[in-house]
């Protein structure tokens, strides 16, 4: 029996086990769920795992072969600084990814009221009227940084700055640090990049860094970490007629820009997050993008990624690296519709590697039937300064004419002219976990009424945001009222595959150029819930059937616009949570709600339930997680209850006092005159604290 191994043996057995199932494995029984709680064998699967396989350790050596596992994840870092165990962090990981690629969410909540807002790394940084408020969602802070724009205005430009007349646009956030552009003047005209400082943890609230003027502001953005601020315009005309990317940094050490900017030359595309990313890792800035050429080529054969980066410390031309020889597709793979693309960059959780997401709508070899397939590839580069040899114009030698690379039997070759610039490499074989096909089962919907789209390949779940009305109406009108949920697909790695003659495991595949096994070659996955689409919450029972009142109070919350007739809906994801606005289309009241998969967010614990239904739950004892594995059409009738924010405690009222202390017992004017002599930042009670509206699910 596996319970009675020695220790030492299991020990070396759960060091080649995937991450899910060493969980699964500690879920099995009594016995492994108390032994796969130590410290140390915790940790060794938190942080370090030896392999794919005992066949690759076994080849290739233990100590060769070692991959980290969890270390770059939000909960190994907590780990690391002794805030949590080790076996707290793998279950949240683990609980987390469940939860996500089951549908099954933990808590539902509006955070506040917004005419715009920004939801990166975790905090949610919002405008309400002449004010911004910044909440670190993740961390699940009761409290909120305050920055009273005029003040902050005239703080750093002086009164002759007429607020009137400005708009403020929310940027980017990173590390603590918040960047906007504040445009003003007549004909708008004049802008300045602002960064601020948030302090959470001081008296001090915040102190603003700088105030850098922006000649152009052509689809501006702006990206930061603790240090460095780069912000980028599509403004440079290249030599071949088309407008091209320049970047600018700025140290928040020195508050000075660098001397010289970063021209991404022959980067083509200008759509963010379609056709062009950019984002910082680490020590550099990347920049990636899917076209390649700024004209449309009738005959071509091949689509490469361009990923461009250089460090932030030294943003010079001659430090920029170039990948440009990262191949996407083949064009014979079937025609694509763009208005589905989503393009990001971000970092694996296991590897700490930097890697590509895209999904795309594609015509599979150009039959009448198209596909959302989401795709996935690391990149690497190689030493600073060096350019990666790259397929351009048909021919590695960058020779237009003739074009010794292009296939000899391809009779399109023939009807090449000399202007053309054709691009072809081989077909590149794509590992199975970098290739996740969607499913459109048990129904599908069109790109109107899809508000969000996000891939998460973390847990191999692919998330929308859709409007699905009731239809008849519940209420027995006949106008439509807006319904949103969230449409969820998953897979999970399935048993190994074995060779249905020799029954043995089946073994990865050569490369073919090098003959070295590539490792994952034999993975095979499988679709949950047999390949269907999960929609959340679940569907009620058609009029005139009354709703459960528990699903009532959440179809509140997700959707607080009854109409969706002049309401847009806005969303952001990453992967643990969901955040979106919904509201009337130039309303400066939007309401903004966070749809949360993720137990470490720990948004206050409503009181519980005094319904039947709950006291029997209670008496079972089960725990949360046992909870969250279960239906949520059953949970949303037995489970779902109205928080209720205890703002009672010393550390509100603490926080209180300092605030009277710092304002003085006055009142924030926002007018120009009174922002002179008021503080410009300050801490307040978190605004959800006040709303008292949200459910927890588990």
């Known amino acids: 029996m596996l319970d009675g191994l020695p220790y030492d043996i299991i020990f070396g057995v759960v060091s080649f086990l995937d991450f899910e199932a060493f969980m699964n494995l500690s879920e099995s029984c ?57 076996y707290v962090a793998a279950r949240r990981v683990f609980l987390r990814r469940e939860a996500y690629a089951t549908a099954s969410p933990v808590s539902v909540a509006i955070l506040g009221h917004a005419a715009a807002y920004i939801y990166r790394s975790g905090v949610l940084c919002y405008r309400v009227k002449t004010t911004l408020r910044v909440l670190d969602v993740h961390n699940s802070a009761r409290v909120e940084q305050v920055i009273n724009l005029p003040s902050l205005i005239t703080h750093g430009l002086g009164r002759g700055v007429g607020w009137e007349t400005g708009v403020f646009t929310l940027l980017s956030f990173n590390e603590g640090v918040l960047v906007g552009l504040f445009t003003y003047g007549e004909s708008a005209n004049q802008s300045y990049l602002v960064a601020v400082r948030l302090r959470p943890d001081s008296l001090d609230a915040a102190e603003h860094l700088i105030f850098h003027p922006v000649q152009n502001t052509t689809q501006i953005f702006a990206r930061n970490n603790a240090s460095y601020v780069y912000y980028g315009t599509h403004s440079v005309l ?43 890792f680490g020590d550099h800035f990347y920049a990636l993008s899917n076209q390649t050429s700024f004209d449309v080529e009738e005959i071509d054969w091949t689509s490469h990624y361009h990923c461009y980066r250089f460090p932030l410390h030294d943003p010079r031309q001659d430090s920029l690296e170039i990948q440009d020889d990262i191949w996407r597709r083949s064009h014979i793979e079937g025609p694509i519709n763009d208005s589905w693309t989503d393009l990001r960059l971000d970092v694996d959780e296991t590897s700490g590697q930097v ?108 998330l929308d945001l859709v409007d699905d009305p009731e239809n008849p109406p519940r209420d027995g009108g006949f106008r439509l009222q807006q ?39 034999e993975e095979v996955y499988r679709d949950r819930n047999d390949g269907k689409i999960t929609l959340w919450p679940p569907e009620q029972p058609p009029a005139p059937a009354p709703v459960n009142a528990h699903y009532a109070l959440l179809n509140s919350i997700l959707n607080p616009v009854s109409r969706p007739e002049g309401s847009e809906v806005e969303g952001t994801a990453d992967e643990r949570s969901v955040l979106y606005a919904t509201g009337p289309l130039d309303s400066a009241d939007r309401t903004l709600i966070l749809v ?19 006291r029997s739950t209670a008496k079972r004892k089960e725990p949360p997680e046992v909870l969250a594995k279960r239906d949520v059409g059953v949970m949303l009738d037995s489970k779902c209850a109205r928080m209720r924010y205890d703002e009672g405690d010393r550390a509100q009222d603490r926080l209180d006092q300092e605030r009277d202390v ?37």
């Open 355 to 462: 890697r590509i997401v895209e999904s795309r709508r594609e015509w599979k070899n150009g039959g009448s039937a198209s596909q959302r397939t989401h795709y996935v590839q690391p990149i690497s580069f190689g030493e600073i300064g060096s350019e990666s040899t790259k397929a351009v114009v048909g021919t590695a030698s960058g020779v237009a004419t003739p074009w010794p690379n292009l296939p000899a039997d391809d009779p399109l070759t023939a009807l090449l002219d000399p202007d053309d610039k054709p691009t072809f490499s081989p077909a590149r074989p794509r590992l199975p976990k970098h290739v996740h096909p969607g499913s459109d089962s048990p129904r599908t919907f069109i790109l109107a009424k899809t508000k969000l789209r996000y891939y998460n390949p973390s847990c191999g779940a692919y």
């Open 238 to 280: 290249g030599s071949h007629g088309h407008h091209e990317w320049v970047i600018q940094g700025i140290s928040l050490r020195t508050r000075e820009a660098f001397p010289s900017k970063v021209h991404l030359r022959n980067f083509v595309g200008s759509d963010l997050e379609i056709t062009v990313c950019f984002e910082i």
């Open 483 to 521: 319904r949103l949920r969230l449409r969820i697909g998953s897979r999970q790695l399935a048993p190994p595959a074995t060779d249905p003659l020799t029954k043995m495991l089946v073994r990865p595949a050569e490369d073919k150029d090098t003959g070295a096994l590539r490792y994952g070659s």
């Open 596 to 614: 949360n998969f993720d137990q470490g967010i720990r948004l206050p614990r409503p009181s519980p339930a005094s319904s039947p239904a709950n």
């Open 662 to 698: 710092m304002l003085g017992n006055r009142s924030v004017d926002s007018s120009t005159s009174a922002a002179a002599t008021e503080p410009w930042a300050w801490h307040e009670p978190a605004t959800y604290l006040r709303l008292n509206k949200g459910v927890w699910l588990v």
């Open 30 to 86: 009594r016995h492994f769920s108390y032994l796969l709680r130590t410290e140390d064998l915790c940790r060794k699967v938190v942080e370090v795992r030896l392999s794919h396989s005992p066949l690759e350790a076994v080849e290739e050596g233990a100590d060769q072969i070692s991959k980290t596992h969890l270390t770059y994840s939000r909960e190994a870092r907590l780990a690391r600084e002794r805030r949590i165990t080790y």
